[in-house]
């Protein structure tokens, strides 16, 4: 009986949170993979089953390659100077400069301002002729591309933002991290004579090594998710060259109203993110240290 | 090996009026077990770590062997410091951390390998030697602290609080161990601790500080038996001494009643008032009419002693009787002092009106 009773405790304690995930997220995700065995259009009534269809032409797709590069290249140059920037930015201001609340608060404003007022900021700067960026490019002599207009550099105008926005996030993550390595230990490397380079490699490195693959995961998914800049700066733009996975789904389904072929890369998009945190989380167990 | 002579060696912070460490004079020989000890905020933790090169030197000459030092970075110093916390790398395995300074100094692989085993056979890590440090005690922690120490063979051993963080029991056994060790590597050592009977055990030499300033240098036996001031007598010794204002006329030792209890143990020529010291071992009990009354406040025992705690006219005092005397709290009882075995002292300097060797 008070078995009985125990069970139905954990059932009530847990259910009650449970309603709002299954109804706003298991759901809505077993519906779209239900959808992306169909044809829907996302606004007739009627729709047919067509099987794994949509999977066989997503997968054959050459917009699909190219989004799977876009979104591939965006993450990776995202991710890497994000962390590297982030931890400078934090030994930086661990040393205990004059103003440092101040410059840490101005370093961590971009994280907190919305990405689509920013966007519309950096569209002016990267405006070609009048535009901020070229006009400090022109100054020491430098080539003044046109930024979101051309295909080659459209893609690196927007990694730029988004690194811009997160680095000082990523730095807040790494101080801390830093103010958690016992001084000693930093006393210990002085006191065999290693070098900065060397006291950052064996010392500082390892003990954040948790903060850098938290970071990485989390910027991963940031990155596959997103919109925003995309969708103010470039709507996917020169022919294609921004268009990341996420944005070729939004394509897709709220331009093309191709509902199932856009839930079927939707799915697509789950199953990468989930390979990816899987993979970064085993390969982390080398060289991360609790 | 080393010897390390410091001179009128001072430490002021930027931040503070008053220096941390004032005029800090001491010689210390080749092999010498010095220990330095103090209350906290003392600074002896910041005189060792000047000795390391970890603090600046604000005044004065750190002499190490025949070379000024005091500009001279921590790696080029020939010292080994083991931490309070041990400090280790926790992402390193005890061989890693054991091998840290050789590898930075890039020592070859092989001669690392030799250096690491050997280091571990001594200090009986030999098992663990692929273990993370949180897998270890803290006993085993602190003896691969003293590995990073022992595997550069360097001629000096600062030691800062090594036993701290350790329980009683083991802080005895990690004594000995810290003993032997000496004894078997003979490197110069420095020890900081706050804890007097670590001092009164291990080392040759003991430095008392208080507020920076060095209150006496000598051996466990000087400083117990000839405490050249009330702070040092206070400060060695537990339980702690005895105090009682007394007067002193004639060479003899009086309580402010002119009851004699004592004569000096050699001239003072000095009248007048004094404070009397006495050591709870120096005192037994006797009959009423002989003795000075104590009132009982509780007693501990110990095994082989008890210690009686009650009050002398208005101080607190301790005394040690045998263990199968049977006291009651409460009680009176009756206690005379061993006469020879008195230390008076100025109540004004606080200075103990015996004449001192000065031992730099």
Known sequence: MSRLKTVGKLLFFIGIPMIPLAVFWFFPMFVSIWLSFTNWDYISPTFDYVGVENYTTTLTSADFYQALWNTALFAVMTIIPTIIIGLLLALLLRKGLKGETWFRAFLFSPWITPMVAMSIVWTWIYEPDVGLMNQVLGWFHLPQPDWLTDSDTAIWAIIIVTVWKNAGWAMLFYSDALSKIPNDLYEVSHLEGASGLQRIKTVVLPLVSPTTLFLAIVSAINAIQAYDQIQVMTQGGPSGSTRTLLYLYYQMAFEQFQMGQATALATIIVVFTMLLSLIMFYASKRWVHY | ?360
């Open chain 2, 1 to 360: 090996m080393a010897k390390i002579r410091m001179v009128d060696l001072s430490k002021q912070y930027d931040n503070q009026d008053r220096k941390t460490i004032d005029r800090f004079n001491l010689n210390i020989e080749e092999q010498e077990f010095v220990v330095i000890v103090g209350p906290s905020g003392c600074g002896k933790s910041t005189m060792l770590r000047m000795l390391a090169g970890l603090e600046s030197i604000s005044d004065g000459e750190l002499w190490m062997n025949d070379k000024v030092v005091n500009d001279i970075p921590p790696k080029d110093r020939d010292i080994a410091l083991v931490f309070q916390n041990y400090a280790l790398y926790p992402h390193l395995s005890v061989f890693d951390n054991i091998a840290f300074g050789l590898k930075i100094r890039k020592t070859p692989k092989d001669q690392i390998k030799k250096q690491v085993e050997k280091t571990a056979d001594i200090l009986g890590l030999t098992d663990y030697l692929k273990h993370k440090p949180k897998s270890l005690s803290g006993g085993q922690k602190q003896r691969v602290a003293l590995g990073r120490a022992i595997v550069r063979n360097a001629n000096i051993f600062l030691m800062d609080e090594p036993l701290s963080n350790l329980d009683a029991k083991l802080r005895t056994h990690m004594r000995e161990e810290i003993m032997q060790l000496h004894r078997r590597l003979k490197a110069t050592t420095i020890y900081v601790t706050h804890d007097q009977t670590e001092a009164m055990t291990m080392a040759s030499k003991i430095v008392i500080l208080k507020d920076g300033y060095i209150q006496q240098i000598g051996t466990p036996k000087e400083v117990y038996n000839q405490p050249k001031n009330i702070f040092v007598a206070g400060f060695i010794g537990a339980p702690t001494i005895n105090f009682l204002p007394g007067k002193l006329s004639n060479e003899e030792i009086k309580l402010l009643d002119g009851t004699v209890v004592g004569g000096v143990q050699q001239p003072l020529f000095h009248e007048g008032d004094v404070i009397i010291g006495v050591r709870p071992e120096n005192m037994s009990l006797t009959s009423e009419q002989k003795g000075i009354p104590m009132s009982v406040r509780f007693t501990e025992m110990m095994g082989a002693d008890m210690f009686v705690h009650g009050e002398v006219q208005g101080e607190k005092w301790k005394i040690r009787v045998n263990p199968d005397e049977d006291i009651c709290v409460g009680e009176t009882i009756y206690i005379q002092l061993d006469a020879n075995k008195l230390h008076v002292f100025d109540p004004h300097t606080e200075e103990s009106l015996y004449p001192h060797k000065e031992l730099v």
